[in-house]
């Protein structure tokens, strides 16, 4: 099992920044891809970006990149979504999720962290 517990979402002005935090705990997850996925209020929930573990090797949906910056801190097990340039369509509850390597799913899941951007 692994647990993972998002920080650092709230209300910012379009323009601002934020960084979401995702704390990983119970099993070991250098065999995972952790991953931000998004969910907007009556709308399907979305992927933002992903990181291996591992490797560090990054992606990003097409709609944040160049403004969003994923990482991961070896140390302190837990994953970070830097996010700039923020505009009020990036207002969702954003969810941390690990997928292990040779699946196809995203069996782990965090409890959400909402980010509001004011126009």
């Known amino acids: 099992q692994v647990q993972l517990v998002e920080s650092g979402g709230g209300l910012v002005q379009a323009g601002g920044s934020l960084r979401l935090s995702c704390a990983a705990s119970?099993?070991?997850?250098?065999?995972?891809?952790l991953g931000w996925f998004r969910q907007a209020p009556g709308k399907e929930r979305e992927y933002v970006a992903a990181i291996t573990w591992s490797y560090g090797s990054t992606y990003y949906a097409d709609s944040v990149k160049g403004r969003f910056t994923i990482s991961r801190d070896n140390a302190k097990n837990t994953v970070y979504l830097q996010m700039n340039s923020l505009h009020p369509e990036d207002t969702a509850v954003y969810y941390c999720?690990?997928?292990?390597?040779?699946?196809?799913?995203?069996?782990?899941w965090g409890q959400g962290t909402q980010v509001t951007v004011s126009s």
């Open positions: 999720a690990a997928l292990q390597k040779g699946t196809l799913r995203y069996d782990y």
């Open positions: 119970g099993r070991s997850v250098s065999n995972y891809v």
